[in-house]
């Protein structure tokens, strides 16, 4: 007897859904600002920071 494995969405995933629908929706709170500006934070100003960091470290020889 096969078992089913279902499948789910990871609830950080949830986050970028909820953090894009009120501009594309046309309008937007102040805690949907704040919430926007932290999921920009963390998915692109965290990582190029860390490869600008690594670029400047990185022993040029």
Do not use: N
Not at 34 to 43: G, I
């Amino acid at each position: 007897m096969a078992t089913s494995t279902r499948l789910s969405v990871p609830s950080f995933a949830k986050i970028r859904v909820t953090a894009a629908a009120p501009p594309a929706a046309g309008h937007m709170t102040g805690g949907d600002a704040v919430r926007l500006a932290v999921s920009a934070l963390l998915s692109i100003v965290a990582p190029m920071a860390a490869g600008v960091w690594r670029a400047v470290r990185k022993d040029v020889a």
